[in-house]
């Protein structure tokens, strides 16, 4: 069942037109992150889910609702990190998750507690006073105080550490697998993507370019070497490639669609069977970017 | 009910304001004597509907509480619960005025028509001049004995007097207004809204003042009205409008043009009401009227230029790298000659203002006028001193809360020495004095401070 799902979504900022007939969907209890690069459309994707911006064509719901009008009932089983905190920050972070728990009936006080203690957050300070890490990690715990089954989070862990990104991660991980909670969130960096999401979508230029399992992906997207010309595999018209590399008698060969019922056809064609290497995340987002 | 303590509980924190400076407004009218029952109502409405929309208006420019579900609609009802118990409230403590529940009725009408105003437009800006002029008004009217609001407007030759003869018609006109200035804002300010950075947010383009543009700069949407406010606020900057740090540092700030436009079309209008105003009104009270309002205002005018110079102390690290200043000693006096021009500026335009409207009126200045001049020196003075050990001092970085800490406690002593003055004229001498030579102290010391300027 999708949650959220996005049908011929436009926006445009004044003429800047970000999003571009975008289609998306998620479905529950699924962690899918979101990669793409500067300007892509990341953050405006994730806010036009939500209803904080409108779209200029097309439909975003979320939960069944029409985003730009969600209920309250809707946003109660929502959490949403933005990428650039605006909190009250002469409040303590105390207050802060005080008066957010106000508006949740379902705020977990005891898991809210331990989060703090784990991320070792100093809540009696002013949050004005915390690193800007602290105030991320902050953020995310007022986000997912209500243990909301959709939590949206924008460049969460970009103010990380490492050991606090790897944190985040475990927690994200446990949401999911304990209480299926479902989780966008975007990023840069793809080990966490890789550590964390099922589904990856790659928005470029205002359209998904790609969205599905991480791991159909990786067994997609690989590199095929073979001692011999590339000539000899171009005539296939099936073979997707993106990049081809010559080294003397060695081929490399950067395939998008690849299956195992192709290596049949490439280990005749070659009258050897080729190497198959896979991927890091980061490595078949450069080749489908390139 | 929870999320209305929640509510409570964050303007207690946030906007200790709303409790404490009508407490202290009254405070000085009683001390000073002048302010009747009624002059103190507005006293209160003001700073209360002044912080609410300040509260609302902040709420429009973060995007986490558009996810907190029921918060607009609670923020809403607490907004007008609010303003209503209030003026209830003032009502019944002031039972014994003819006019008591009219004027606060009208009052009420005209912050509510201000609220859709502003929640339509996003421009605090405005409403807070309306509320200045307004609040200026009934004070005005109170203090220089034409009674009240309605008495005023019958001096201007406005028949009121029939209309109010039938209070009940006249209830039931405002209780209707009073409604539909309250639901019209609630259908505006309830209704989905697209979450976008703050309107009132500037950014500089260019270090090149005549190039300099600022984006974001909403104040009024109309070109022409635009322009006009423009070249009005650019008298303020007359002569430190070359320097190169007046464009990004000041000229370019929104928030220290507004209180400088609102003064001067705030004077304008006061000076067209005393010129209004029957002959045998006091005179020795409309000149304290004059000098007072214009001390106010330039208390406003010198506090948000010296908020902005403490709140750009990043930007100007970062102007340090592109400055072309020979050495660092260079570039700290360019920074404090800016600011100090400013202050001076805005010192020099309110003199001008005074002058001109105390001049204009028959018999002599009286002792009010040498208050009020010294007394701007003296905020001048001191102000400076402010902006520069602020700066220079590590450990009082700027921060929301520094900034209402500070204005609380300027506020109090600005009014204590004032107090102090009408008293006493030789004491505004020793006070001038002390003024000047912290000024001149905290100048040396910030020419000869080793900076770094780090982002901070």
Known sequence: MNILEMNGVSKSYKKNAVLRNLNFTLESGTVLGLLGPNGAGKTTLLKTAIGLLKTDKGEASVFGEAAWNMSAKAKERIGFVAQRQEFMLHYTGEQLLDFTSAFYPTWDKNKVATLVTDWDIDTSKQISTLSEGQQQRLAIIQAMGHSPELLILDEPVASLDPAARRAFIKELIDLNCDEQTSIIFSTHITSDLERAAADVAFIREGKIQYQGGLDELKEQVVRIGFTGDQGLLSEMNNLQISQTKQFGERCSMTVTNFDHAMLLTLTQKLGTAPEIEQLSLEDIYLELNR | MSQYKALIKRDLVRFPAIYTLPYLGILLGMLSGLLTDEGWAILYLAPLVIVRIQSLIQFQHAESNFMLPELKSIEYRYTCALLLSTSLLLAWTQSNSEYTFTNLFLELALLSTAWLWVI?????????????????????????????????????????????????????????????????????????????????????????????????????????????????????????????????????????????????????????????????????????????????????????????????????????????????????????????????????????????????????????????????????????????????????????????????????????????LLMNTYNAVAIFTLGTIFSIVMLKQWLNADLQLAES
């Open chain 2, 120 to 420: 339509n437009t996003g421009t605090r800006e405005f409403f807070y001049g309306l509320i200045i002029l307004a609040a200026g008004l009934n004070t005005f009217a109170e203090m220089t004995g034409v009674g009240s609001a309605f008495d005023l407007l019958t001096s201007w030759g406005i028949p009121v007097d029939s209309f109010l003869s039938d209070s009940t018609l006249l209830l039931i006109i405002a209780s209707v207004f009073i409604l539909l200035n309250l639901l019209l804002p609630g259908r505006i300010f309830l209704a989905p809204f697209e979450w976008k950075k703050g309107t009132l947010r500037t950014e500089v383009d260019s270090l090149d003042p005549n190039k300099a543009k600022v984006t974001g700069y909403s104040f009024f949407q109309n070109p022409i009205v635009s322009s006009l406010l423009n070249k009005i606020d650019r008298l303020f900057y007359f002569m430190c409008r070359k320097e190169p740090f007046t464009v990004p540092l000041f000229y370019s700030q929104i928030t220290t043009k507004c209180p400088n436009v609102f003064a001067f079309l705030a004077s304008i209008v006061v000076g067209l009401i005393i010129f209004a105003l029957p002959d045998e009104l006091n005179l020795e009270l409309i000149r304290f009227m004059i000098s007072f309002g214009l001390v106010i205002m330039l208390l406003l005018s010198t506090l948000t230029t010296t908020f902005v110079f403490i709140s750009q102390k990043s930007f100007m690290a970062r102007l340090w790298l592109l400055d072309r200043s020979g050495d660092r000693k260079d570039y700290m006096a360019s920074l404090a000659k800016t600011l100090f021009l400013t202050q001076l500026n805005a010192l020099l335009i309110y003199s001008v203002m005074a002058l001109a409207l105390v001049t204009l009126l028959p018999g002599s200045p009286g002792k009010y006028m040498e208050i009020y001049y010294i007394s701007m020196a003296w905020l001048c003075a001191l102000y400076l001193v402010l902006a520069l050990t602020l700066y220079v001092t590590e450990n009082h970085l700027y921060s929301a809360n520094t900034r209402y800490t500070i204005l609380f406690l300027y506020i109090i002593v600005f009014i204590a020495v004032w107090l102090l």
